[in-house]
């Protein structure tokens, strides 16, 4: 049963606290010391633009250009203007285009439209840097692990589409006949494999992980193809009016599960990012338990049982 190994796998991190080291925001303990926040004096400093041209005074002395100055290389275009059109502010133009690599390296806040996440917390651990610097003090980890946490929050995963009862093909038919056939439906749906044999997303990922390669992802598009499918399955059939809230946060689940695969695949590009994908992942497979749990009661309250030989029986068996 591929779908409760993926549960399996997901419910040992998540108790060995891997998990929580990612989680936090929805309740969840994390390992990440919160600091206090930054003090009023380096937030003064940290937004501080001597010479209004757009670049903040520490952002000038990333791109070594003058804090007092707006127009460091007197060729008539400001140093902000400069930065924003991939330009050299600390060279007169016109032959003044910057390298992609030198550009990508020092991005402003204002332009920051294609930055990864992980490099915009590169950019707020370099502002912190600077800031503690130039206020006589030294950068202290728990300011430096708060910095961390609102990265990984304000780069979140979340879901592309969340679906609603309306979503559901409902049905009000209470008989046992029909109950049991949505029973054995999704039962076969949870316990489906795929055609090909994938190695399992998170062993994929802590492969991609050790060996910094991303062919270790090149299974992840069958794998976000199977568990869309098993998604739009659910989505599909028909459910029992009384049971649309389990089939819809099950059905919510498998979409938590395939965005958060697509974030974790950045791994090698955009860390924070693909940190976010596994927290959405994580949450999906713990919701994929929660759902099976409440559909078992919705039949054990109806005293609809199932053989061992129907997709059912899945409900009949302890998570």
Known sequence: MRILLTLAISTAIIASGAYFYFSGKNGGSHNIAVGESMSAERQEFLSKDSDND???DWEEELWGTDPFNPDTDKDGTSDFDEVR?????TKAGPNDKMDSDTASKKINPEIEADLSETDKLGRELFAEYIGEKNVGSSPSLANYQEILLKAMERGETEP??????NNLNT??????????????NVGDILSRTPKEQYEHE???????SETEKADAFDEYDGIIAFYSQARNDLLAMKVPEDASSSHLLLVNSFTAIIDGLKDMRKLLTDPVKAMSGFRLYAAGAENIAKSIKNISAFFNERGISFTQNEGGYLFSSEI
Request: net charge positive.
């Open 171 to 184: 049905s009000p038919d209470k008989t046992v006949a029909f109950l049991k056939e949505y029973g054995n």
């Open 202 to 208: 998170l062993f994929l990922f802590q492969k991609a």
């Open 54 to 56: 757009g670049l903040k």
């Open 85 to 89: 059109d991939g330009r050299d502010p």
């Open 160 to 165: 592309e589409k969340i679906y609603g009862i």
